[in-house]
């Protein structure tokens, strides 16, 4: 504190304040008071009053409420509609994070090695980031649309070549037409895609990878710069031949912090999908809420149907998981992060 | 095969893959673009390649809300007597349709614009994505320069709030922000639109980063002219920090203009506060199903103005947009 001090008196100071240390402290407080004043009542208190509300049966426009204990919670985990909730949730994640990290790291590898296009195909891999996403649902929705849409139209066409058909569905080499997908959506009708509760939650979810594989790409992108090029020399010494081995040896682990990041940063999105359920299946959350995933039931229930007490307890299971995820992401970086 | 051959495949190949996935990656826009170009004929056939044929249509709307009326008949049958009441009504309808014949695109960006209020949608994504910017700015630099050059007692303190709030999504707790703001009786202006996102936690924190690059000197040089605190941070810090500032803009807008989950909940029923999404999602729910055209133009008119943005200066967007990357 006195080094501090000397170098503050240091330094000239105009006259008038006789003591610039408090002078700078002053100033400090009111520049930050705003900020901390809006973080408190933006951010805390509606996470403490999320928590409160969870163990009431409070609605909006009621004068009172009756605490009810952990009754909001037990129905969570007992009632059918919420497993169906957790359930397609959990299913959005486990596919949504893996996939989009493959495909992100997969077109960065590729875009890294090849020798022309590589802006090009950047660009185009980022768009779905940059586009509103309630709009380019909308347009999937009117590409799958049973009889109009472009990807039932697409499989009519290649019905209907009877060379192309039997190649893809391998009834060339003798398969039965029921051996394949297209073998079967040939010969007993083409799907209706939304409608179908066994697609429903697929088409959330490659939605969900389509959109946001190139965020992950060009942050493996710029992980890819950071790797050293010296270590693929050394580990081609070292008997690693093959690009397999290189990569296995090399990239990825060089890669790991940049890991760690995207697969936190990807799942904490994968949790809040909430626009293509909402504009596909809504209300309702998809044919036998296939699709009911977490953000649509807090708006569902908590806002549309005022029962502001489930919603409250879904919107605290919901922090409780991205902060158990946030807090294993900075133990993970803190220890790993200096490896590289 | 040669080593060179081989290199050729392998980037043949490699090309033949990303390739398909711009394709699929493409599709979408693609889709979007050609519908909002095609008559409904053409998209119900599935017919006229990308661009249409642009054969000139006839707005179904228009020739029924112009369709002749008595007073109409009346005033032909007078003008000329010599037909009969039938061929009259057939020429006066021909003529309706005559003048209410358009161009597929015409009628698909006419009617996004007509149909529905979008110019309104459209300054209010601006006004909305523009007021966030600017709060979140005056919120975030003053409290970012105090963290990072003012020695005060309880700093620690206030940045370890920073680093808490960072771990809160503000979506996620969606539900407690919107009741307090109903209970306020805010709901359904445009104050409620804005006053989650004005406190940027992920803003103090970039903002603070940068400014500990900034040298000491400048500012102790700025103290010695006499600036206040205050001044300082405008006059002197923020004019150092425009590229900073930039790609956080770039995300901030991107990301609010871009967003439909939060106006779905503060907005609803008052068409005059629609954000872009809004509008566009309302246009989906209202029309039968007869409205592919207008509403791929819609679409487009909302999603093109940041893709060509981002054309435009792709480094900078992918470092705004990335930006939550580089903690």
Redesign the interface.
Known sequence: MTA?AAS?TA????AAHANP?LR??R???A??A???A??LT??????L??FG?SFTDYS?GNPSFNWVGFDNYERIFTRSTYAKMLWATFVYVITVVPLSLG?GLG?AL??Q???R?A?F????????????????T???Q??LHPS?G?VN?TLEAICAQPALHGLLTLQAFGASPQATWLGRVCTEGLPVWLGDRDYALGIVCFIGI?QGF??NM??YL?GLTGVPRDLYAAAELDGARSAWERFRLVTWPALGPTTV?VVT?TC?RAF?S??TV??LFSPGGGPGKSAYVM?FA??EK??SQNL?GI??AI?VL??VF??IL?LIQRRITERKVHYA | MTRASQFRLSELLKHAVLLLGALVVLAPFAVMISTSLKSPGEIERGTGGFFGAQAPMVNERCAMANAPRRDDLDAARAADPGLTDARLMEALTAEVREACTTSPIAFNYGSAFSEAPLLRYLLNGVIVTGSIFLLQMIVALPAAYALSKLRFWGRDAVFGMVLFCLLIPVHAIALPIYLGLAKMGLTNTYAALVIPWVISAFGIFLMRQFFMTVPDDLVDAARMDGMSELAIVWRVMLPTAIPALLAFAIFSVVAHWNDYFWPRIVVTGDRSLFTPPLGLREFQAGSDGNLYGPMMATATVIVVPLLVAFLLAQRRFIDGITLSGMK
């Open positions: 501090l503050v330094a000239p100071m105009p240390e700078q402290s100033a400090a407080w520049m930050t705003p900020a901390l809006l973080m933006i951010l805390v208190a509606p996470v009053l999320a509300l909006l495909l077109a590729l875009i090695s090849v020798g296009g802006a195909y950047k660009a185009v891999y980022f768009l779905p980031v940059m586009a509103t996403l309630l709009a380019m909308i347009v999937w009117l590409m109009i472009v139209r389509w190139g965020f060009v942050l710029a990041f940063i904490i809040q909430f626009d909402e504009v953000m807090i708006y908590g806002i502001v919603g409250a919107t919901f922090l991205v902060m946030t």
